[in-house]
């Protein structure tokens, strides 16, 4: 199988958190053809467990789907800036705790039939309270949820935020994988 070719790129579109441009391709069959990409730096997502196997998530409303979502913490990596530190710095950003540890889990494109977002997941683990040091996070409030709950409210739709249903399936799968009873 031939991968497509670009042929031509225009910038449509450059914002504060994406961008937006129309590639035209030559596709496997020759064809020409236009993709419309948004291009957006990587970001983390980070499964961050308390000392009672709790899983700490922020419920926050999102503007573009008009609802609030429970999710993992979250965000995007800044120029220079490594997936490690984005995570302890958007951990305190969120919910108010620095990571002791941090461990990778793996991680996966968010959008690739159009978009550039490589999201690099992670595990956090012996968290130490501290401030909430964002400026917005008076709309996000703190959910902790028993890490053997996860699978349930992903099943009853409650969690339907792709990333954290990724991430917390790949945790949970890892989990088990290195349990002695497996």
Known sequence: MKPERR????????????????????DASGAETAREIVER???VAAVALDEQDNVLLVSQFRHAVGEFLLEIPAGGIDPGEEPVD?????????????PGRV??????????????????????????????????????EL???PSGEIPRL???GTIRDAKSIAALLLFLFLRNEQSPDS
């Open 86 to 98: 984005t995570v302890r710095r958007e951990l305190q950003e969120e919910i108010g705790f620095f």
């Open 103 to 140: 461990e990778k889990l793996g991680g996966f494109y968010a959008i690739p039939g159009y978009g550039t977002e490589y999201l690099h997941c992670f595990t956090a683990t012996d968290l130490v309270p501290g401030r909430l040091t964002a400026e917005d996070t008076a709309s996000i």
């Open 7 to 26: 042929i031509d790129t225009q910038q449509i579109y450059r914002g504060r958190a994406i961008s937006l441009r129309v590639d035209t391709v030559e």
């Open 154 to 156: 992903i099943g009853s």
């Open 143 to 145: 959910v902790r949820v």
């Open 41 to 43: 730096s990587d970001c």
